[in-house]
């Protein structure tokens, strides 16, 4: 009991009752002082704005989470706009390049940020997991959801090696904030595999395994071995991976997501929220669906997998044949329209939407391409910064009422265009989400337009809160397919009224909620759904419908079952 009352789920600090205080022996440990929750936040605010650096911020963050993880919580929902920056992207990024350095600042108390799981120690992989088990503050406690990476492309800065723990950790924090998962059952896995990036090496202070990364068979062999023991030990955790080099990615992916509750957020979660921006989009537009042309500046590997899941939607909500669907896009890529007779050898995933019907003509420059195409929507996932120009802007408003801009790479400096430049040169006829956040625009008129933002956050959340309370024996796409239409359809009146292809960001919990109803509607209609308590409230066979009682239930039930940050009086209740 002594350590849990030292765990910082239990802890309270200065708002321990007078009664807890006697029963765990905690008089003269603290101040006498018994606060609110509401008193200590405004003092962790005060610290926090005092530090005069990002990652400074984000180590005050760090060790507020692993001391007392209900106020770190309360910061994060009191603030989010102030916060997520902090503990995700951007600051995320500075933390994980610095990680070996800020770590003795980390995990204070004997907590620990997550498990790293070293290639050495998989003969011992078992007894690792029962120490992690034995660290829970309570024996009841199992996870619920992993977030694994081996940390070999970490957001855009490559192999950081173990510094990749910084983004399952962050990660997270975003699924309890934005979902409400429950922190305790939040398990952040770092595969230590060594790095093949030669400042880590080369850097004494370099917390990770010393030496170069396996080869191919070793590596999924390894996977193999840490997967199956995870899943012996707690069978019912949803794994998603994160941030494994893209070759890997792909087939991590494919071998595992029939053998377990597991997706990836790279590729699906982007998938899924660029889709719902088009779909809203196309709303918007207000043309048959149909008569839509996509032109995807970029053809790597998400703006093939986001061109992929896009096509589901034509198919899906249609009625295109998978053939008529696939027609609608032209690949882009730095040799220019990506077409069968190029003369190139093309890569395998381009093959599949390399066009037939170009009559021998190639289209190596992009306004040349636009005009051959006349698309209705441009969507940029090339990395090359500022290529939509002006030129290229004005010639979509000049082919279309409304034209559709996704500038999606990330960060802003290698964003196609920007929200400012994307409505100057299409006199704010455009309809825009871009991958990185860009400022509201002020028009001539004094009125403020907001940009759309396709970020992962508004799907993840709720596709793992929907998969933990439903858990299908397998995430299919047809379930990534109805977390993007929920999200689309999540938009409030007023929303929609200003135009708005995402809902506002403030509004994630909410929005999360029907994201993870949609996901267990789902996976109830394709029988995969395997927790009693949803099969109970919706049976198979039968449909909730938005606006029903039946999804009123679901929602409640989703609602319900959302962590919140606040103190019990019961410490039991806390363990
Ligand atoms: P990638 O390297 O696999 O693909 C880049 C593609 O761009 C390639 O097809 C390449 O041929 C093409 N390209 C490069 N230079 C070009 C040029 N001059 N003209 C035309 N095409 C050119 O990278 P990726 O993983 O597919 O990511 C691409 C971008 O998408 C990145 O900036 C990434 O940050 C962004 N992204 C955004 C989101 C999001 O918004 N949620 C999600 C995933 C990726």
């Known amino acids: 009991m002594t350590n849990n009352i030292r765990s910082s789920f239990v802890a309270q600090g200065t708002a321990t009752s007078e009664a807890d205080r006697d029963a765990y022996k905690l008089r003269g440990l603290m101040p006498a002082v018994v606060e609110t929750l509401e008193k200590q936040a405004t003092r962790a605010f005060e610290q926090l704005r005092n530090k005069t650096s990002d990652l400074e911020k984000y180590i005050f963050l760090a060790w507020l989470r692993n001391t007392n993880t209900r106020l770190f919580y309360k910061l994060v929902m009191d603030s989010p706009e102030e916060i997520m920056p902090l503990i995700y992207t951007p600051t995320v990024g500075a933390a994980c390049v610095n990680y070996s350095h800020i770590y003795p600042f980390l995990g204070p108390n004997g907590n620990f940020d997550g498990l790293f799981i070293s290639i050495d120690d998989l003969p011992i992989i078992d007894q690792i997991i029962e120490n992690y088990k034995n660290s829970l503050p309570s024996s009841e406690i199992s996870p619920d959801i992993a977030v694994v990476t081996d940390g070999s492309r970490i957001l855009g800065l490559g192999d950081l090696g173990v510094g990749g723990m910084g983004i399952p950790v962050g990660k997270l924090q975003l699924y309890v904030a934005a979902a409400g998962i429950d922190p305790r059952k939040t398990l952040p896995i770092c595969l230590d595999f060594g790095t093949n990036n030669q400042k880590n090496l080369d850097d004494p202070l370099y917390i990770g395994l010393r030496r170069n990364r396996p080869e191919d068979p070793e590596f999924y ?24 080099s893209s070759e890997h990615a792909f087939e991590l992916l494919d071998r595992h997501r029939e053998r ?69 896009f032209w690949l882009n890529d730095s040799k220019g329209l990506v077409t069968l007779d190029r003369g190139d050898k093309l890569a395998q995933h381009k093959v599949y939407f390399a066009r037939d019907d170009n009559e021998g003509k190639q289209f190596k420059d992009l306004k040349e ?64 989400a871009s991958g990185t956040a860009f400022p509201r625009y002020k028009d001539e008129q004094g009125v403020e337009h907001v940009p759309g933002q396709g970020n992962n956050m508004y799907i993840f959340p709720g596709l793992g809160l929907g998969a933990i309370l439903a858990r299908p024996s397998r995430i299919t796409d047809t379930i990534i397919y109805a977390s ?34 949609a996901v267990c509607r789902q996976a109830v209609k394709e029988n995969l759904a395997t927790e009693p308590e949803i099969l109970s409230i919706l049976p198979v066979g039968e449909t909730a419908e938005v606006g029903t009682p039946a999804w009123d239930e679901l929602i409640k039930h989703v609602e319900g079952n959302m962590w919140k940050p606040v103190y019990e009086t019961e410490i039991i209740s806390r363990m």
Do not use: W
Not at 225 to 231: C, G, I, M, R
Not at 396 to 421: D, K, M
């Open 221 to 244: 062999q390894a996977v193999d071995t840490v997967l199956a023991s995870l899943n012996k030990a707690f069978p019912k955790m949803l794994i998603q991976f994160e941030d494994f």
């Open 260 to 328: 377990y509750l597991s997706f990836n957020d790279d590729i699906q979660g982007t998938g899924a929220v660029i889709l719902s921006g088009f779909i809203n989009a196309v709303r918007e537009v207000g043309i048959p669906a149909k008569q839509h042309k996509l032109l995807f500046f970029g053809a790597g590997s998400a703006g093939v997998g986001v061109a992929k899941q896009i096509m589901d939607y034509f198919v899906l909500e249609h009625g295109m044949t998978e053939d008529e669907a696939k027609r609608l």
């Open 369 to 432: 391409t636009i005009k051959h195409v006349r698309p209705t929507a441009l969507i940029g996932l090339s990395s090359q910064g500022g290529v939509f120009t002006p030129e290229i802007l004005e010639l979509l408003a000049e082919i279309n009422e409304r034209p559709i801009v996704f500038p999606l790479s990330n960060p802003a400096t290698q964003a196609e265009c920007s929200f400012e430049q994307a409505m100057i040169h299409t006199k704010g006829k455009v309809l825009f």
């Open 484 to 517: 993007a239409a929920a999200l689309a359809d999540s938009l409030t009146e007023n929303e929609r009224k200003s135009h708005l292809l995402y809902p506002r960001i403030d509004r994630i919990r909410e929005v999360s909620a029907v994201v993870a109803a």
